[in-house]
């Protein structure tokens, strides 16, 4: 009788963990939107981004809150509308295309192709908000320009302080950072092999 019992409320149990999953609301999904910055003219002609490597801890669907403190606060039912690296792509790509108006700004994922003047590696090494709820961007980035044996290496850190508390605020900063991101890159394009 007693395994018949056990059996009888595993049964049971697994039926409410389904019927609770089942009730679940579906996750809220945030995209990042383009800032627009000050055009300026020159720039290579045209320009490839590569694909951006992330830290490894941002490749998820879930947002980051934060990652202080020796943990990652993850937001359970709060996610990105699309992968966070081709939604970053998507969106420098637009936002040094609106800062380079002379240049063609081409994305290594895209269907069109060409030979690039001048090509950026992008390494985002922390996207999320720190224990004074700054979000903090990190990167860095190498900019290969057509001709020269080594790249031109930059390291950024921006801090943006959201407006409000709450994801869309976070996401809100984080479009700001990325913009600033933007025009730190428009500004090595701008300034070629010599900004070494």
């Given at each position: 009788m007693t395994g018949g019992w056990r059996h009888w409320r595993m049964s049971?149990?697994?039926?409410?963990?389904?019927?609770?999953?089942?009730?679940?609301p579906?996750?809220?999904l945030y995209s990042i939107a383009p800032v627009e910055g000050t055009p300026q003219s020159g720039g290579p002609k045209i320009i490839l981004l590569q694909q951006i490597a992330l830290a490894r801890y941002l490749e998820r669907s879930q947002i980051v809150r934060s990652s202080e403190n020796y943990q990652l606060d993850v937001m359970a039912n709060d996610w990105w509308g699309e992968p966070l690296g081709a939604m970053l792509n998507r969106v420098l790509v637009e936002e040094l295309g609106q800062r380079l108006p002379q240049s063609v700004v081409l994305s290594e994922n895209g269907?069109?192709?060409s030979p690039a003047d001048a090509t950026i590696e992008l390494n985002l090494r922390r996207l999320d908000e720190d224990a004074n709820g700054n979000l903090?961007?990190?990167a860095q980035a190498g900019v290969n320009f057509k001709g020269q044996h080594a790249p031109v290496l930059r390291s950024?850190?921006?801090?943006?302080?959201p407006k409000a508390s709450g994801v869309p605020a976070e996401v809100?900063?984080?479009s700001v950072a990325v913009g600033q991101l933007a025009d730190g890159l428009a500004s090595v394009l701008l300034a070629g092999p010599a900004s070494r």
């Open positions: 049971a149990l697994a039926l409410m963990m389904v019927l609770g999953a089942c009730s679940a579906p996750p809220v269907a069109v192709s903090i961007l990190t950024f850190r921006f801090a943006v302080q809100a900063a984080i």
